[in-house]
């Protein structure tokens, strides 16, 4: 029997694939995908989920046949036209009678032993009200009994409080009548000691004024000697000016220019009414001119007020303007533009500025907060940071949770340790599960978090990898946890990243329990890891110190017990709380991108509640919880503090790191995580452009490779570790170039950059679609895939040590001896030699040595052996050698012959 998908399913009954899985899941088959096997069992129970929820599972009472015909229609172009034909046709079927008689047999049935229910029930109410009267009578007296009782009490308890209340009232009086004196003093003196000060600000005040209006009265009188000197010298022009203005104005008194109207009114209006009043002072042809004709005179003397306007404006040059110091706020990023505008100067002023100072930019660049803190103060203002008006201060202000009772919460637990000393499998005993199998290589390189139930109570388990290339990793783990496992090998001892865990737990302040594991092998030494510990500053309770140190077997479950009980201990120390009734927040342990669920992101909710439908803001993505499992893929709908679970519904893959907070208002939500995702775009860009400079010059050394890599992973704590990994292989003849890096398979896009930028493309447990693969096959590019991350950077450092030049070996072959020199006419020197030691080929190189000293080196111009050619001579015989471009040979010379070898190089 064939199996068939959900696709196929699917297909077959011409419906969406999500739709049909859906309904196989809501009706109890456990399915994941779209692509799993359908069983009959699975098809059995869609069938009867649907004849329930459709309300019969009796036979059709119609059935709808549809027939369809395909035929062909050929036009006149000669194109032909595929036509079809759907015939539908419906038959009803007689319905059942006789399960309707039965049907409604069973309802009488029903109906008659439920009247008989009834009444049997309302007889035993009536007995059990009478009862609860009786009751309620007896309690009633009791209640008085007690009120009596409690009013004498609160008689008593009245008069004495009165009394005491008397007492305490006397001893007040007498406190406020000391107290009201020692204030009326110190009003006194404080109103003494403002008038003198007011007095002292008013002498200040009335010194200032004396001193501005004196400087006035001095400007005021150097501004007036010039001007009358000017107007005394200018008057004779003026005069003879406007006796032949009326000449010169003959032609242009016509109303066509309307120009010279314009100018004549407007230009200089105020430089024009001290004119007139000058000409009327002076009198004469102009005032004749005036009566004469009153415009022809006007144009004529705007023009003399025009040109005595320009007259002044040469003999006094226009001051410079007094610089303004002011004080600029600077963001993160601001372009050239804006920074200009906030310090009121021409955008060339700044860009002329940072040419000064080595950078070329243009007027719309972004930079760097320090970059444009340096220009402010270079052109003489106070630089400040700015504090930015973003919508993140809607989450400082938060809300007031703080009458929301405090609950007792799971402790977070950490394994820390070495690869391959059994964080894992320690961690695997505890859950009874096989999770190190499944891992690849055996190693861990994800951060695993689960919930565990143990006789304490819950504990989660966060899992770091313990190879080097994971230190941000157990960074992270360390940061939101409450106490560390450091896991030890009994038979390796203190390893780097042991030394590396102890730093990340002394950092955050976070207590230890040491698990000394494998000490079932015959080669364990628990005493040598307490020694080497000890060195490493942790001290153990037996020697004096605070950390428990608890010998376990991952393999035989020796010692568990007892490291759950110290773990237990230190969280009970500790008195771990949390609110519970309150949005939640936590943090973000892992991320990934899904290619059916999309963004997922594995968070850690530290305080709170989460809900299935809340709104979560986690980093520079946002988006509201679609679904939300635990570590067995178990449907959760509410998680509380310490709670680690999976959540779908992103808009995009958040870091590993990232805070997650419960956001009440959706569109907030998306204002904040669009603020954030500019922000880090626009610091990026800025940081792109100040380092440019910094490394142009480092890019262009001679002989510089470079391996450009294009690096994609299943979680964002995998890429982050890898891209680390890679970065740190970089020499100074090999430089690594993480072009792009992203989280997901290998997509065309990232195929079409590796082609731009000549990189290779690396995949850490992702894979390339069909369409990828293709294209790369036709460009040629070079794509990897590892399951291993130690076979990762195995594979790149080797690929680098390709790339290295060459080392050039000399390689000495023989030794020969000059024991004759012939002279032939256009050859030259010929020497007649003796192989004293190994061979002469005739490719070799040369170096001739006189009384052990080195005079040439070159290569052979011919080696003969009986006047023929040879390729090559051996120790014992003669031969004829001639050297290219040398003739200084002498009988007792020797040829050093060596061969230069390239050997390759190694990282």
């Not at 059995?44 to 989920?49: E, F, G, T, Y």
């Not at 430089?271 to 002076?282: F, I, K, M, Y």
């Not at 995580?673 to 380092?691: E, I, M, N, P, T």
Request: aromatic letters at 4%; one cysteine or more.
């Amino acid at each position: 029997m064939t199996k068939i998908t959900v696709s196929q399913f699917a297909r077959d009954l011409n419906m969406p694939a999500d739709t049909l899985l859906e309904q196989l899941r809501s009706a109890g088959v456990e399915l994941n995908s779209v692509d799993d096997i359908v069983t009959p069992a699975a098809k059995k129970k869609l069938l009867d989920k649907l004849q329930s929820s459709h309300g019969t599972g009796s036979a059709a009472k119609k059935i709808t046949l549809t027939r369809r015909k395909t035929s062909e229609i050929r036009q006149a172009d000669g194109s032909r036209v595929q036509v079809e034909v759907r015939k539908r046709r419906s038959i009803s079927l007689d319905a059942q009678k006789s399960a309707i008689e039965q049907r409604k047999a069973e309802d009488l049935a029903a109906m008659k032993k439920a009247a008989e229910e009834e009444a049997a029930r309302a007889a035993q109410a009536a007995k059990a009200a009478a009862e609860a009267k009786l009751a309620e009578e007896k309690a009633q007296q009791e209640v008085k009994a007690k009120a009596e009782a409690e009013r004498k009490a609160a008689a008593e308890a009245k008069a004495k409080a009165e009394e005491r209340a008397a007492q305490q009232q006397a001893q007040a009086t007498e406190a406020q009548t000391q107290k009201s004196a020692a204030a009326a003093k110190k009003v006194a003196d404080e109103q003494a000691r403002q008038e003198a000060a007011e007095q002292a600000a008013e002498e200040a005040r009335e010194a200032a004024r004396r001193k501005a209006e004196e400087e006035a009265q001095a400007i005021s009188a150097m501004l007036n000697r010039p001007r009358k000197a000017m107007r005394a010298e200018a008057a004779p022009e003026e005069k003879v000016q406007t006796k032949k203005a009326p000449k010169k104005e003959s032609k242009s008194s016509t109303p066509s220019r309307r120009g010279d109207r314009a100018d004549s009114g407007f230009t200089d209006g105020a430089r024009g009414r001290r004119s007139a009043v000058a000409e009327e002072r002076r009198g004469g042809g102009a005032a004749a001119a005036e009566q004469e004709d009153g415009w022809r005179a006007a144009g004529g003397r705007g023009r003399n007020r025009n040109r005595g306007g320009r007259q002044r404006q040469q003999q006094q040059p226009r001051p410079e303007p007094e610089f303004i110091s002011r004080e600029i706020h600077v963001p993160e990023t601001i372009t050239v533009a804006d920074l200009a505008h906030k310090m009121s100067v021409k955008a060339s002023e700044v860009i002329k500025r940072m040419m000064m100072l080595g950078q070329m930019v243009t007027i719309n660049q972004v930079l760097d907060q320090e970059t444009a803190m340096i220009v402010v103060e270079e052109l003489g203002h106070k630089a400040v940071v700015a504090k930015l008006d973003d919508p993140e201060t809607f989450l400082e202000e938060g809300f007031d949770f703080s009458d929301v009772p405090l609950v007792p919460r799971a402790p977070v637990v950490t394994v820390m340790g070495h690869v391959d000393h059994g964080k894992t499998s320690l961690l695997d005993y505890i859950r009874r599960s096989k999770t190190a199998v499944g891992e690849a290589g055996g190693i861990t390189q994800h951060i695993g978090a689960y919930r565990v139930k143990t006789e304490g109570g819950w504990m989660t388990f966060l899992d770091t990898p313990g190879h080097e290339a994971f230190t941000a990793m157990r960074a992270r783990g360390a940061e939101v946890t409450d106490v560390v496992i450091l896991v030890v090998a009994s038979d390796d001892g203190v390893m780097p990243q042991t030394r590396e865990a102890i730093s990340h737990a002394k950092a955050a302040n976070v207590p230890m329990v040491v698990a000394i594991n494998k000490i079932d092998k015959p080669e364990a030494n628990p005493e040598r890891v307490k020694q080497e510990l000890v060195a490493e500053g942790v001290i153990p309770e037996e020697y004096g110190g605070d950390v428990p140190f608890v010998p376990v077997s991952a393999k035989t479950g020796q010692g568990i017990d007892d490291l759950l009980e110290n773990v237990l201990l230190q969280a009970e120390i500790l008195e771990l709380k949390a609110q519970e009734d309150i949005p939640a927040s936590g943090i973000v342990i892992e991320a990934q991108l899904d290619r059916g669920r999309g963004p997922v992101a594995t968070i850690l909710v530290q305080n709170g509640t989460l809900r299935r439908t809340d709104v979560v803001l986690a980093g520079a993505s946002y988006g509201r919880v679609r679904a939300m499992v635990d570590e067995n893929n178990q449907a959760v709908e509410a998680a509380g503090p310490s709670y680690p679970v999976e959540i779908q519904g992103l808009s995009d893959v958040p870091k590993a790191g990232d805070e997650v907070q419960v956001i009440p208002d959706e569109r907030k939500a998306r204002e904040i995580a669009l603020f954030r995702q500019g922000k880090y775009r626009d610091v990026k860009l800025a940081r792109q452009q100040a380092a440019k400079l910094e490394s142009m010059f480092d890019n262009i050394q001679e002989g510089l490779q470079t391996l450009a890599l294009i690096v994609k992973t299943d979680v964002q704590g995998s890429l982050e570790a890898l891209v680390q990994s890679l970065q740190k292989l970089s020499t100074d003849e090999v430089r690594v170039d993480v072009v792009y890096s992203g989280v997901g398979g290998v997509s065309e896009s990232d195929v079409n950059l590796a082609t731009a930028s000549n990189a290779v493309i690396i995949g850490f447990n992702v894979r390339a679609d069909v369409q990828a693969r293709r294209v790369a096959e036709t460009n040629g590019i070079d794509m990897h895939f590892y399951n291993v991350i130690y076979d990762a950077i195995d594979e790149v450092k080797a690929a680098m040590s390709g790339m290295l030049a060459p080392e050039k070996r000399e390689d000495v072959i023989g030794m020969v001896e000059v024991r004759e020199v012939y002279t032939i006419s256009r050859i030259g020197k010929v020497a007649g030699c003796m192989v004293t030691e190994g061979v002469v080929r005739r490719d070799s190189s040369i170096r001739q040595l006189r009384n052990n000293v080195v005079i040439w080196t070159g290569a052979l111009d011919s080696l003969k052996r009986f006047k023929d050619d040879a390729r090559e001579v051996r120790s014992g015989f003669d031969c004829g050698i001639t050297l290219r471009g040398n003739n200084d040979i002498e009988i007792g010379d020797q040829f050093e012959v060596f061969e230069i070898k390239e050997i390759a190089r190694s990282l």
